[in-house]
């Protein structure tokens, strides 16, 4: 959807490990970069999963470009690959947020690197049982997809992750309605529609705003259990 183009059409696209390049090129046009030229203030929050970086991965110690203020948005904050993928940390912008220079990030999805405890080996510290593969380095008490160490004040509680989110997609909307400038959020996965929707119906920024909901899960919830998902298809549908 932001490029037009399928991803199974890009070679090396698969499903990325959570250290891979940006697979956008920066100077493509998007579906942000078209808003943004059009006058929209735009932004991205939630699950980004299309990489970070140049060829060989971001460096996720200092200045993490290219990224998605590159291809067309303002502002982020983003995971930068999956809830069950390291490293498991939030990107605002450019930067790791929250993150202690003395305690710099290593991520790997080959061999393991430091002495961060993993979840095949020490299923004494989990509190959530492991599914096929999700049985590497642990965080939060949940093993994940890939290896990773350090980052330790940066990381994130899973707990509080829903919460995070819809605060920053909020004060996105609500900071452009102070500014009176015409917006649009893409807001990825792990925000809660109802929320931000209250938020902007309370707004007078609703009449200047668009908000894009992206997320497979929506429409697997939506199929096998309808009643009970209003935070996550049949109320997003509906409104």
Not at 207 to 215: D, F, N, P, R, W
């Amino acid at each position: 959807m932001l490029t037009g183009e399928y991803a199974w059409r890009k070679s090396g696209t698969g499903i990325l490990p959570g250290n891979a390049a940006l697979i956008v090129e920066p100077g493509r046009t998007t579906l942000a970069s078209v808003f943004q030229r059009g006058g929209y203030a735009t932004g991205v929050v939630g699950k980004w999963h299309l990489g970070l970086g140049p060829a060989g991965g971001p460096n996720w110690n200092g200045e993490i470009r290219p990224g998605p203020t590159d291809i067309g948005f303002d502002s982020a904050f983003i995971m930068a690959a999956t809830g069950d993928r390291v490293p498991t940390v939030y990107v605002e912008n450019r930067h790791v947020v929250g993150l202690d220079p003395a305690d710099p990030i290593s991520v790997s999805y080959g061999q393991p690197s430091g002495d961060s405890p993993t979840g095949r080996e020490n299923p004494n510290l989990l509190k959530l049982h492991p599914s096929h593969g999700h049985d590497q380095t642990i965080v939060n008490g949940i093993s994940r997809i890939g290896h990773m160490t350090g980052g330790k004040a940066a990381r994130w509680k899973d707990e509080d992750m829903a919460d995070v989110f819809t605060r920053k997609a909020t004060a996105f909307i609500e900071q452009r309605n102070a500014d009176r400038t015409e917006s649009i959020a893409t807001i990825r996965a792990a925000s809660t529609p109802g929320s931000t929707w209250s938020t902007l119906a309370t707004s007078t920024a609703a009449a200047t705003t668009s908000c894009c909901y992206l997320s497979y899960s929506f429409w697997k919830k939506r199929r096998d259990k309808p009643a009970e998902c209003s935070e996550g298809g049949s109320r997003t549908l509906k409104d």
